[in-house]
């Protein structure tokens, strides 16, 4: 059974950083994959952040957070990481983690039927 789990939300004043990790349990060849970062706020659909392809050779990344997050991974530990800098109150929500059906990112990286294992997700809250 694939578990996904993400860890390192938390609370922080603006300006600040976070990073977030996302370990993958259960899914063979993890290395198959590519991995994307999600995040939903109350009352809002949930939104791509980034993608990262099966070797981590290439990232995408929606315009709002471009410039401040880096998604990076670690296929030998089977971890796939969010850097969050210079955050922002509106990057308050609940960041998601999920393992994607595919080892490209692709054109339609930020739709949620590209991916298949979700993890329950980890806070973050940014402070003015």
């Not at 050779?57 to 969050?84: E, Q």
Request: net charge positive; charged share 15%.
């Amino acid at each position: 059974q694939v578990q996904v789990v993400e860890s390192g939300g938390g609370l922080v004043q603006a300006g600040g950083s976070l990073t977030l990790t996302c370990t993958v349990s259960g899914l063979s060849f993890f290395t198959n994959y590519a991995m994307g970062w999600f995040r939903q706020s109350p009352g809002k659909a949930r939104e791509g952040i980034s993608c990262i392809t099966y070797t981590g050779g290439h990232t995408y990344y929606t315009a709002t957070v471009k410039g401040r997050f880096t998604a990076s991974r670690d296929n030998a530990n089977r971890s796939h990481y969010l850097r969050m800098n210079s955050l922002k109150p509106e990057d308050t929500a609940m960041y998601f983690c999920a393992a994607s059906q595919s080892a490209g990112c692709g054109e339609s990286w930020f739709q949620l039927q590209r991916y298949r294992h979700w993890g329950q997700g980890t806070q973050v809250t940014v402070s003015s």
